[in-house]
C-alpha cells in the first residue's frame, strides 16, 4: 500500500494529493468474466484458508498436556467461551453460540490484521460491504432466537417494553426502545468497526505518503526533517492501530454476545 | 486553503465523544483503584460505554465522508 500509495504521488508531482475515501477504491486484480476481484475479496478468502488451516493444526493432536499451539488456540477459545460467551449470554444457553462467537471473532480479528502485516496492509473491514454482511449475521442471529424463545410478540414486547414501565410513558418509550433496540444496532455495529478500520487505516496512509513526500518531493531540507518525523508517528499510530484492532474485534463479538443475552433473558 | 467543511464540523464533532470516553475511563480506573477485586467486573462495563460513545464519533466521521460539500 505505501509503495503503491508513494508513487501516485510522485508521479503527480503537482503539489501532495491527500488520500481520501478514493484511497480504499482498488482497481481489481483480475477478471473473472465481468467480475472484477479486487483485494479484499482476496484477503477474505485467505483470512478463511488462514483460520481454518491454524484452527485444524492447533487441534488436531490434541493431549491433556497440551503443547504450545494447542495451548494458543485453547486460550484464545477459552477466552471468548468464558469471558464473551457466558459471561453476557448466560450459563444455560450459551454453548450454543460459542462456535459462532468464535469464529467471528477469528475472522474479524485476522482480517484486521490484514491492515498492518507487511506486504498486505488493507484491513478488509475498510471496505463497508463485509462489515455489513457480519452485522446482518448477527442481527438475524439475535432476532431469531429471541423469536423462537418468547414468540414473535414476546419478543417484541421484550425488546421494546422496559421493565416496571406502565401508563402513557409507553407511547413514547416504545418507539424509542423500538428504534434503539431492533433499528440502530445493526447500523452502529457496522458503523464502528468500517469506521475504526477506515480511519486508522487512513491515518496511516496519510502519514506514510505525507512522510514520503515532504521528504522526496518538497525539496526543502527542513521539510525533510518534518517528513522523518511523520515516519516516526507513523509507526506510533501502527501500534496504535493494533491496539484498536483487537480491540474492535473484541467489541463485535461482545456486542454480539451481549444482544444475544438480552433476546434470551427472561421475562421481567 | 482548500478543503472541506466538513472536516471542521468532524473535528467539532468528535469534542463531545472525546470529553465521554475520558471521562468513562477515568471512572474504570477510580474504581480499580478503590476496589482491585471488581476488575474483571468493571473492564466490560468499561469496554460498553467506551464503544457507545465512540459510535457518536465514529457516526460523524462516516457522515463527515458521505455528505456533499
Redesign the interface.
Given at each position: 500500500m505505501i509503495a503503491v500509495a508513494t508513487s501516485e504521488t510522485v508521479s503527480a508531482s503537482e503539489g501532495f494529493n491527500a488520500p481520501g475515501p478514493s484511497s480504499f477504491e482498488l482497481p481489481p486484480v483480475f477478471h473473472i468474466g465481468d467480475l472484477g476481484v479486487t483485494k479484499p475479496m482476496l484477503l477474505i478468502v485467505l483470512s478463511a484458508v488462514i483460520i481454518i488451516a491454524v484452527a485444524v493444526v492447533m487441534s488436531r493432536k490434541a493431549e491433556v498436556v497440551p503443547g504450545r499451539l494447542q495451548f494458543a488456540g485453547e486460550y484464545v477459545y477459552g477466552f471468548v467461551r468464558n469471558s464473551v460467551a457466558r459471561d453476557n449470554i448466560g450459563s444455560e444457553h450459551f454453548m450454543k453460540f460459542v462456535p459462532y462467537l468464535f469464529a467471528l471473532f477469528l475472522f474479524v480479528l485476522v482480517n484486521n490484521y490484514f491492515g498492518v502485516i507487511p506486504f498486505i496492509e488493507f484491513p478488509t473491514m475498510s471496505r463497508i460491504g463485509y462489515v455489513i454482511a457480519l452485522a446482518a449475521i448477527t442481527w438475524f442471529v439475535y432476532n431469531i432466537v429471541g423469536i423462537i424463545k418468547h414468540g414473535p410478540w414476546g419478543y417484541l414486547k421484550l425488546q421494546t417494553v422496559p421493565g416496571g414501565m406502565k401508563g402513557p410513558i409507553l407511547l413514547l418509550l416504545v418507539p424509542l426502545e423500538f428504534f434503539s433496540n431492533i433499528l440502530v444496532r445493526p447500523v452502529t455495529l457496522t458503523l464502528r468497526l468500517f469506521g475504526n478500520m477506515f480511519a486508522g487505516h487512513l491515518l496511516l496512509i496519510l502519514f506514510s505518503t505525507g512522510g514520503a513526500y515532504l521528504i522526496l518531493d518538497a525539496g526543502n531540507p527542513f521539510y525533510g526533517a518534518v517528513g522523518v518525523v511523520s515516519f516516526l508517528l507513523g509507526i506510533a499510530v501502527s501500534f496504535l492501530e493494533m491496539l484498536v484492532m483487537f480491540l474492535q474485534a473484541y467489541v463485535f463479538t461482545l456486542l454480539t454476545a451481549m444482544y444475544i443475552g438480552g433476546a434470551l433473558v427472561d421475562e421481567h | 486553503m482548500e478543503g472541506s467543511l466538513n472536516m471542521i464540523g468532524y473535528g467539532l464533532a468528535a469534542v463531545g465523544p472525546g470529553i465521554g470516553i475520558g471521562l468513562i475511563f477515568a471512572a474504570y480506573i477510580n474504581g480499580v483503584a478503590r476496589q482491585p477485586e471488581a476488575q474483571?467486573r468493571l473492564q466490560?462495563i468499561a469496554?460498553?460505554g467506551f464503544?457507545l460513545a465512540?459510535?457518536l464519533?465514529?457516526?460523524g466521521?462516516?457522515l463527515a465522508?458521505v455528505l456533499p460539500i
Open positions: - | 474483571a466490560s469496554i460498553l464503544v465512540e459510535a464519533a465514529i457516526i466521521i462516516a465522508f
